[in-house]
């Protein structure tokens, strides 16, 4: 017995003196640079996290000829692992939700745009009006894990999978035993609880017009902070910005008045749909939408240089800038 209880207290001893310190990781994955900061006893969480994105950097690549996507698009029709399901399912209900604003059909449109491949091309009304036949979430057919696409139908989860990436981060932190991180891929942020003093995370919204400053800072705690903006990838044509968030009814970028979108949530996929969505219906259908839900807050720029603000982060935001508080 006592030998058990000398055991036990040699154990606690050294438990409790295994310190928590600070592990960081930058990495390129899904095309841009990602940075991880863990508060850990050893770098055994940030290492599985840093696996776990270069998984998702292989699955959710469209491109990927080993990836379930790559398959379904060429197959278009596929038994698909649960992970992949749930992910579709997800997507489909922000499509339902957002009356088709965020719809992952858009693939046959951003290839033919070139955002793909990065061979920009500005398609004619005819091109478009071809490759728009195929555009529109309710033609997915998702039957438990069997998903059928129609013949001219392909699917794109750019909108949604760095969100994914972020919730799955989080997950992988927390059952290693993290209580206290920050992950940041290419300026989509997932606070995991609160900094090590206790205080909330402080996360910066890019100023749009120059996205190496802030329009304002929100504090979170376990909360994905997740931008949407027209600034974040484009190109230019004959004096005219053509960018990589496509209104699904026109199959063109969106022109919406908005510059960028950020949306608080506590789920990450959840928000990466929603800013996206939200960048192409505009404020005032965006706005409705807020009001009807209670689960996502949102900051909005406009191309009119406004910032607008949803009430439930009034006391957590701080801007140099007026913005405007949108109430229930
Ligand atoms: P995000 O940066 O999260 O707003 O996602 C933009 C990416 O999502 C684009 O690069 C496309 O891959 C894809 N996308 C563009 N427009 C849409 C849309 N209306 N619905 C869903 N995905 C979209
Ligand atoms: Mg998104």
Not at 129 to 149: F, W
Not at 189 to 216: F, R
Not at 235 to 241: I, L, P, S, V
Not at 311 to 325: L, M, Q
Request: proline fraction near 2%.
């Amino acid at each position: 017995m006592r030998k058990i209880i000398l055991c036990v207290l040699t154990c606690v001893l050294l438990c409790s003196c295994a310190k928590t310190t600070e592990h960081t990781r930058d990495i390129f994955a899904m095309d841009t640079v990602m940075n991880l900061k863990v508060y850990s006893t050893d770098d055994k969480a940030i290492k599985a996290a840093e696996e776990e994105i270069n998984r998702l950097d292989a699955f959710l690549d469209r491109g990927n000829e080993e990836s379930e996507i790559y398959k379904l698009n060429a197959e278009k029709s596929a038994a698909v692992s649960e992970e992949t399901a749930e992910i579709i399912s997800k997507a489909l209900s922000v499509s339902a939700l957002t009356e088709g604003a965020f719809d992952i059909t858009i693939a046959p449109v951003m290839d033919l745009w070139g955002f793909y491949s990065k061979e920009y091309h500005v398609p004619t009304d005819e091109e478009l009006n071809a490759v728009l036949d195929g555009v529109g979430y309710e033609k997915i057919q998702l039957d438990g894990n069997h998903v059928v696409l129609p013949e001219n139908t392909s699917i794109d989860l750019g909108g949604i999978g760095k969100g994914y990436t972020s919730d799955r981060v989080a997950e992988i932190l927390k059952s290693n035993g993290v209580s206290s991180a920050i992950i940041s891929l290419g300026g989509n942020v997932h606070a995991l609880g609160a900094k090590p003093s206790g205080e909330k995370w402080t996360v910066g919204i890019a100023d749009p017009e120059n996205s190496s400053s802030i329009i304002g800072k929100v504090k979170v705690r376990d909360r994905a902070v997740i931008t949407s903006g027209g600034y974040q990838r484009f190109f230019e044509q004959d004096g005219k910005t053509y960018h990589h968030i496509i209104d699904p009814a026109t199959g063109k970028s969106s022109e919406s008045g908005l510059l960028s979108v950020t949306v608080i949530s506590e789920s990450g996929i959840r928000a990466d749909g929603l800013s996206t969505a939200l960048f192409v219906m505009g404020i005032d259908r965006a706005a409705q939408l807020w009001r009807e839900g209670d689960d996502f807050e949102a900051v909005f720029v406009g191309d009119d240089g406004t910032i607008t603000i949803t009430d439930g982060i009034e006391n957590d935001f701080e801007s140099e800038h007026d913005y405007s508080v949108l109430e229930r």
